[in-house]
């Protein structure tokens, strides 16, 4: 089977092709992890998923472990990176 495209056709399937490897390239992909991940608020986990005191959820955002803590009072989490971690309410 042949499949004849129009010059803009072509166009648009090639810029479709080329986007596709690029969401795969390493330096893409880091890109919009700190595009993404790190420069906004991130959906983690419903307060059902920790709703009793000493529940956890570990999970990441991007790439970056996090681990969500519920104590009696509060919930917190933990970011996780290599030697160091930053807890917040």
């Given at each position: 089977m042949r499949i004849d495209l129009t010059t803009e056709e072509f166009r648009k399937w090639y810029m479709r092709i080329a986007s596709?490897?690029?969401?795969?390239?390493?330096?893409?992909?880091?890109l919009e992890?700190?595009?993404?991940?790190?420069?906004?608020w991130v959906?983690?986990?419903?307060?059902?998923?920790?709703?009793?005191?000493?529940?956890?959820?570990?999970?990441?955002?991007?790439?970056?472990p996090v681990i969500i803590n519920?104590?009696?009072?509060?919930?917190k989490y933990k970011r996780c990176s290599i030697g160091a971690g930053t807890e917040q309410q």
């Open positions: 596709i490897e690029n969401c795969t390239r390493p330096c893409c992909i880091q992890m700190k595009r993404i991940f790190e420069a906004s959906y983690v986990a419903h307060i059902s998923e920790v709703s009793e005191p000493g529940d956890y959820k570990a999970t990441y955002i991007g790439v970056q519920r104590n009696a009072n509060s919930v």
